[in-house]
């Protein structure tokens, strides 16, 4: 993959892909067990993968001006079917995205989380030549996305969560860190 854009590219979501992102998140929350990563908050689980698939949309969107793309997945996986796909699928290259809040991020900075611990982690960590669009959905002005640029793993620079209690178990991207 290249990176086909170099500059934040903003998208408002029509509400055929919220639908989409709201029924997944609705069906799936069901089917995920984040006991290893102590969240066993339903309510977070559901607005976890809802964001996600919001961010998912965004950026299928930006892509399609440049690329066949495909995905997002909305096949709902039970016990040892679920996998670690790619979110999008880009010319057939395998792309992660991650997205946050605009409330979370005005409360804890612009940033990403990755699972990084013994019990749980994020394979893409692995992965130095994996690509990743960041994402930040602004719910405050819903249902708008900022859509950032791909980076490779490898361009990236990871950083410890603000959080005290979430140092151990995971790392950070923050936007301000972005190359």
Same mark, same amino acid.
């Given at each position: 993959?290249?990176? !086909?854009?170099?500059?934040?590219?903003?998208?408002?979501?029509?509400?055929?892909?919220? #639908?989409?992102? $709201?029924?997944?998140?609705?069906?799936?929350?069901?089917?995920?067990?984040?006991?290893?990563? /102590?969240?066993?908050?339903?309510?977070?689980?559901?607005?976890?993968? !809802?964001?996600?698939?919001?961010?998912?949309?965004?950026?299928?969107?930006?892509?399609?001006?440049?690329?066949?793309?495909?995905?997002?997945?909305? #096949?709902?996986?039970?016990?040892?079917?679920?996998?670690?796909?790619?979110?999008? !699928?880009?010319?057939?290259?395998?792309?992660?995205?991650?997205?946050?809040?605009? +409330?979370?991020? /005005? #409360?804890?900075?612009?940033? $990403? +989380?990755?699972?990084?611990?013994?019990?749980?982690?994020?394979?893409?960590?692995?992965?130095? /030549?994996? $690509?990743?669009?960041?994402?930040?959905?602004?719910?405050?002005? @819903?249902?708008?996305?900022?859509?950032?640029? @791909?980076?490779?793993? #490898?361009?990236?620079?990871?950083?410890? @969560?603000?959080?005290?209690?979430?140092?151990?178990?995971?790392?950070?991207?923050?936007?301000?860190?972005? @190359?």
């Amino acid at each position: 993959m290249k990176k !086909f854009y170099s500059s934040v590219t903003k998208i408002n979501l029509e509400l055929g892909a919220v #639908k989409r992102a $709201w029924q997944f998140a609705q069906q799936v929350v069901s089917t995920v067990d984040y006991s290893d990563s /102590n969240q066993h908050q339903t309510k977070k689980i559901l607005d976890d993968h !809802f964001v996600s698939k919001l961010g998912e949309e965004a950026c299928k969107k930006v892509l399609l001006q440049y690329a066949d793309v495909r995905g997002p997945d909305y #096949k709902i996986y039970n016990g040892k079917q679920k996998n670690w796909d790619a979110d999008l !699928f880009v010319n057939d290259i395998g792309v992660a995205v991650k997205t946050q809040r605009r +409330t979370n991020a /005005n #409360k804890y900075s612009l940033s $990403w +989380t990755f699972q990084c611990s013994q019990k749980r982690r994020d394979i893409i960590l692995d992965q130095l /030549n994996a $690509w990743i669009i960041f994402v930040e959905y602004d719910d405050t002005q @819903p249902y708008n996305c900022y859509v950032y640029p @791909p980076y490779q793993i #490898k361009e990236l620079k990871f950083a410890a @969560p603000r959080l005290l209690h979430l140092q151990a178990s995971k790392k950070v991207i923050y936007a301000s860190d972005l @190359p």
